[in-house]
């Protein structure tokens, strides 16, 4: 489906654009909508026409009135409440499947967004799109056909009927409308710009709440609960003000609203009683008339307060589309043909890469890695480790140079095949809330149990799953919280060795393990390194000591490179390195 740019802050062309977008589909439900609307309104506009005739039978004496007047009530009624029924039904039915099928495009989108157009807002915020904006989108979905098309519908029945009865007095009622709907405009404007802060600060708060229960282990160390409480109020205090500003600007729509329609039934009040007196009217007349007056101002009022409904929808709807209309930088090229693989060879040609234009992470890069060899990175923390390794599977793209894979520019051929290509085990490890066999299973789609089982022991995993009163049926719970470090880090490990992928990335996977937990996570790393080409990060320069090759980087640039025993021969960076991190590593053991 093609995506265009909202057009401008003006509500009407974003839900031009949601019925182009979503509704359109449902025409033929729309379309029997309308036809129960028009139902409502013919049934509404009869009421007056009704009660004229009824006053006017038994001002004539007629008692054949009190036999059938009541019948044509009951059926004028049963009519219009069983089609205001079909139309609450089948317009619930196109709001909510709308609305979810809006909800899985934008979480289809931001689920295939570049790294660092997520990095923008927090997890709690694109959530809150979720929520709250899609409680207002949905709200004003509902309200187009219940409220505006139905009311519509009605108020043109009962001003045809006013009309009919009396043009002079209809005209009279209609002088004060310009004065109301003035005000009105001026409200749902201000009402906009309030929407538009109040779901942002949402999103930010629900941030920092999320922020705040995933850091408690800091909090409660450091004594930070204080300042987290002071820092929440402050967030909430701050939303609460801006709903109180939208609370507010609603609120003026109900006097003008009273105002204005009891200006203009008293109006009618004066000119009828004086003609019904003067004998120009019957009380038919004037009872069929107020009585239409009277019901017409309730749809009249319902489409005074929509406005404001609208457009806090509209804010909505334009932090929808701003975010489903960005186009992901890491894209393929039209007709991209998929990556050939001959043994995973890798090569870093002239590589320069930054997050932002003030911040380099990498300048230079010139490196090979040839299939089937491990080659080690390692520095200082910021000196672009990790950086370069996000480079290979394309979550970032080079801001210069290239990066081949058996000679391939990793941006010539299809994501697909390039990520299936590579396998990644870091020491931020995601367990999603399912079960260990789909964790696992995640490496690699439509695996047999028998595979997942076997992944899961050369990953040292086996042993443990098989003591868990569920096996491999048991839920790790959200982000993996009912396993250990050890226990989760060797979930990922399984994952890798079922994914049986050529190229292998390692950022510092045994780095928060305690030392049983190492001795196996290392022990099935070496495993899983035989025959792949491995690119690893270690925290402890003691575990690559064996690696093929270990590159030393600092800020951003190759500084030195050869075998273990070269580097400390060359008495260099690498050396003193060595030396510092090997006194920490006997210090902490």
């Given at each position: 489906m093609a995506r265009r740019p909202p057009l401008g802050g003006d509500t009407l062309p974003l839900l031009g654009r949601v019925w182009r977008d979503w509704l359109s589909p449902h025409r033929g439900t729309l379309a029997i909508v309308l036809v129960l609307i028009a139902i409502v309104g013919a049934a509404t506009g009869f009421y007056p026409a009704l009660i004229k005739g009824a006053f006017d039978a038994f001002d004539r004496k007629d008692e054949a009135a009190l036999a059938y007047g009541p019948v044509i009530v009951i059926a004028v009624t049963a009519i219009r409440g069983f089609a205001l029924f079909g139309q609450t039904v089948l317009t619930n039915r196109v709001v909510t499947r709308v609305e979810a099928d809006m909800q899985s495009a934008l979480y289809a989108h931001l689920i295939e967004a570049d790294l660092a157009q997520l990095g923008r807002e927090s997890p709690a915020a694109f959530t809150q799109r979720f929520t709250t904006d899609f409680a207002f989108i949905r709200e004003a979905l509902t309200r187009i056909s219940t409220v505006l098309l139905r009311d519509i519908a009605m108020l043109i029945a009962l001003v045809t009927a006013l009309i009919w009865m009396d043009p002079v007095l209809t005209l009279v009622a209609a002088v004060v409308m310009p004065f109301v709907a003035g005000p009105i405009g001026r409200v749902g404007k201000k009402l906009r710009r309030v929407s538009t802060s109040t779901q942002e600060q949402m999103g930010q708060a629900a941030g920092l709440i999320t922020e705040s229960l995933q850091g408690a282990r800091i909090a409660k160390t450091y004594a930070l609960e204080g300042y987290l409480k002071g820092r929440a109020a402050k967030a909430f205090d701050e939303v609460r003000r801006l709903k109180?500003?939208?609370?507010?600007?609603?609120?003026?729509?109900?006097?003008?609203?009273?105002?204005?329609?009891?200006?203009a039934?008293?109006?009618?009040?004066?000119?009828?009683g004086?003609?019904?007196?003067?004998?120009?009217?019957?009380?038919?007349?004037f009872t069929g008339y107020v009585a239409a007056l009277l019901l017409a101002a309730q749809p009249a009022r319902a489409l005074g307060t929509l406005n404001a409904i609208l457009q806090e929808a509209g804010a909505a709807l334009e932090r929808y589309y701003a975010l489903l209309d960005e186009a992901p930088h890491i894209r393929e090229a039209p007709g991209a043909p998929p990556l050939?693989?001959?043994?995973?060879?890798?090569?870093?040609?002239?590589?320069?890469?930054?997050?932002?234009?003030?911040a380099p992470?990498?300048?230079?890069i010139d490196l090979d890695v040839p299939a089937a060899s491990v080659t080690a990175l390692v520095g200082r923390s910021g000196s672009g480790k990790s950086s370069l390794l996000n480079l290979v599977p394309r979550l970032y793209d080079v801001t210069q140079g290239r990066v081949l894979i058996d000679g391939q520019d990793v941006r010539a051929v299809t994501l697909a095949s390039l990520r299936e290509a590579v396998a990644v085990v870091s020491q931020e490890i995601v367990l999603f809330d399912d079960t260990i066999a789909a964790n696992i299973a995640f490496g690699r789609a439509g695996a047999t149990q028998g595979e997942i089982e076997a992944a899961a022991a050369a990953a040292a995993a086996h042993g443990f799953i098989a003591r868990l009163p569920e096996g491999y049926a048991f839920r790790v719970g959200p982000s993996g919280g009912r396993l250990s470090g050890g226990e989760r880090q060797r979930i990922a490990l399984a994952r890798a060795f079922l994914r049986n992928a050529p190229i292998l990335l390692l950022d510092e996977a045994t780095s928060a393990l305690d030392s049983e937990s190492e001795?196996?996570?290392?022990?099935?790393?070496?495993?899983?390194?035989?025959?792949r080409t491995t690119l690893v990060i270690a925290h402890r320069l003691s575990t690559v000591r064996d690696a093929d090759r270990i590159v030393v980087m600092e800020a951003g640039r190759v500084a030195e490179m050869g075998r273990h025993e070269e580097l400390m021969a060359a008495g260099g960076g690498y050396a003193a390195l060595y030396r510092t991190t090997l006194t920490d590593d006997r210090a902490a053991g």
């Open positions: 109180m500003r939208a609370a507010n600007a609603r609120g003026r729509l109900d006097p003008l609203l009273e105002v204005g329609g009891g200006l039934v008293a109006a009618v009040l004066v000119l009828v004086q003609r019904v007196m003067a004998g120009e009217r019957t009380v038919g007349d050939r693989l001959s043994g995973g060879a890798v090569r870093f040609e002239g590589v320069r890469f930054r997050y932002r234009e003030d992470a990498l300048e230079g001795r196996l996570v290392q022990a099935a790393l070496a495993r899983l390194m035989r025959g």
